[in-house]
């Protein structure tokens, strides 16, 4: 049995429900794919508990094993497996939604295009996608070196990261072709050993168009 308390992470991310409630109102399958998936709080789990049929991908061993355990905890039907946002394992067109949040902002700007173009690739014309990006206002000296304009590298858990960060202009080129239906622009500060850090994301929700023509289209 489901507490709503054991839900109270995953209840955390407004944009899930933000994306539910336009989910629901433009009446789309309800057929989920989240890239990006993994860790102790998956939001498949939110899509499951609505009723989605829900699929998730990930990059790593480890958050995908947190994830299933999760998935086991709650008794939950969540369908994961290892893959890359920039590869993904699907034909054209299968789902009715996709969803990513704070996955693709460890590629670079290039790879994020190829990410996005494959999410709209198995999305189905007039399907949702929720994205999230960071938002090239205000970046924290933390995030280490601008190697090209918006890419900053520095050292977490001891690899190598990258962060990118977009600004509106670059993310309506990303998405050029679809619908732009909802954008929450949000600043919010955490104070994190006493410093404090100033953060901004664009979260976003397109639709792929209905009548969408000469898309390139590489699977199925
Ligand atoms: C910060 S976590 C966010 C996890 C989850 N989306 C959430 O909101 O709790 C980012 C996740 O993206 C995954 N990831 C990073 N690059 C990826 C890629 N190219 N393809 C698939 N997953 C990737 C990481 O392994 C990690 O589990």
């Known amino acids: 049995m489901v507490s709503e308390n054991d839900f109270g992470l995953a209840i955390f991310r407004p944009s899930i429900y933000k994306f539910l409630r336009m989910a629901r109102w433009k009446d789309v399958e309800k057929k989920v794919l989240d890239c990006g998936a993994g860790g102790n709080n998956p939001p498949l789990a939110l899509f499951?508990?609505?009723?989605?049929?829900?699929y998730g991908i990930d990059i790593s061993d480890n958050a995908l094993d947190e994830a299933r355990n999760y998935a086991k905890r709650y008794d939950l039907e969540i369908k994961l497996s290892k893959a890359?946002?920039?590869?993904l394992p699907f034909d054209d067109e299968f789902f009715g939604c996709v969803y990513s949040y704070n996955a693709s902002i460890h590629l670079t700007k290039a790879d994020t295009k190829k990410a996005?173009?494959?999410?709209?690739?198995?999305l189905k014309k007039g399907g949702l996608l929720c994205i999230n990006f960071l938002w090239y206002k205000n970046v924290h000296p933390s995030l280490g070196e601008e190697r090209v304009p918006g890419e900053f590298w520095n050292m977490e858990g001891?690899?190598?990261?990258?962060?990118?960060?977009?600004?509106?202009?670059?993310?309506?080129?990303i998405l050029?072709?679809?619908e732009l239906?909802?954008?929450?622009?949000?600043?919010?500060?955490?104070?994190?050993?006493?410093k404090r850090l100033e953060n901004h994301h664009l979260i976003i929700q397109y639709r792929r168009n209905e009548n969408e023509q000469g898309k390139t289209l590489r699977k199925g």
Do not use: N, P, W
């Open 48 to 54: 499951s508990k609505h009723g989605y049929e829900a």
């Open 176 to 178: 050029k072709g679809t």
């Open 181 to 194: 239906v909802y954008r929450d622009k949000i600043q919010f500060e955490m104070c994190i050993d006493e």
């Open 84 to 87: 890359d946002m920039r590869d």
């Open 158 to 173: 001891g690899e190598e990261t990258v962060h990118s960060f977009f600004t509106e202009e670059e993310v309506e080129e």
């Open 116 to 122: 996005v173009d494959e999410m709209l690739r198995v």
